[in-house]
């Protein structure tokens, strides 16, 4: 994918539901606000998931924005149904 192709793709990801994956095994959904110039995620609305004892607990994480540097990203997925309209497959990733 070229560069510009690569833009116009994560515009149109803008403000769409995605869920990432981090490093410590938390999961982080919410909208995508933006890709900053040191490509971090910034996550508005964003719910954080985490298993404790093979429980998943959730906690709401407000208004503030969420902040996911790119070392600790393992997977990055595409949620609401914004995809298909985009060519992306339902549930298609990227690290």
Known sequence: MDSASA?????????KEISVEVADGRIMTGELYCFDKNGN??????????????????RGMGHAPVLIPPEQRINVTVVSDTAAALGIPQGSSSS
């Open 41 to 58: 995620i910034i996550l508005t609305n964003a719910t954080e998931y985490r298993s404790i004892k093979g429980k998943t607990e959730s």
């Open 7 to 15: 833009k116009e793709t994560v515009k149109g990801l803008l403000k």
